[in-house]
């Protein structure tokens, strides 16, 4: 794994692909360019969203900074309109999430998105604005109801990182549902490890345990 560790990396990573558009519940307006990024392919959106996520970051750092609270709910309010979370969930719950109704998988989603947030999205302050985005490919999946972009995280003074976005169809707009950094996918790093935990016990009881701070996503 290169020299900057693969959480904070995917935070960042997640967090590029998840931002469309500042929300108007902490900008004063909404990006006039996010609209055009929503209608663009796929590939098109992560680099817009990588771009925008980092200029934010760097125009609001020492705000952020000064309070927490402002960056998470800046991450949090498009996280619900970018990332297909019920859908990674089921994913990561696997063998898991069989006969599992949508309310209990969308509370795990949930929980497993607060608990993420809480533990990785101050690690976004600590990223250079000087880093880049190349894109390197968009492959179509499933008949193109998916599509695979594949980029690399250029940053000065160090090798490439490449990081992949894995996107669906939903509600007539691209998500994102998994990240893959260096060849490491987010849905298979965390349905290892809540295998042992939801092998032991419920979902319920797993989403209460994230909930209650119990146990952490990444531990």
Known sequence: MNTLSFRPL???????????????????????????????????????????????????RAEFTADRGKLRAFISAEFEQMFDREYSARLVLGRHGRGASDAEVAAFADALAESLMSR???????????????????????????VRVATEMERPGGEPIPVDYLLRQSGGQWKVFDVMVEGVSFVQTYRNQFDGPLT????????????????????
Request: no cysteine; aromatic share 4%.
């Open 10 to 60: 995917l935070a960042t990573a997640i967090a590029a692909a998840l931002l469309a558009a500042a929300p108007a519940t902490v900008l004063a307006a909404p990006a006039p360019q996010a609209a055009a990024a929503q209608a663009g392919t796929p590939a098109q959106l992560v680099q817009d969203n990588f771009s925008r996520i980092l200029s934010t970051l760097q125009q609001r």
């Open 120 to 146: 990785y999205g101050d690690s976004l302050l600590d990223f250079n604005s000087s880093l880049t985005l190349r894109m390197k490919g968009e492959t179509p999946l499933r008949d193109g109801a998916m």
């Open 200 to 219: 032991r016990g419920s979902i319920g009881q797993v989403t209460a345990d994230l909930k209650a701070g119990r146990v952490q996503a990444g531990n």
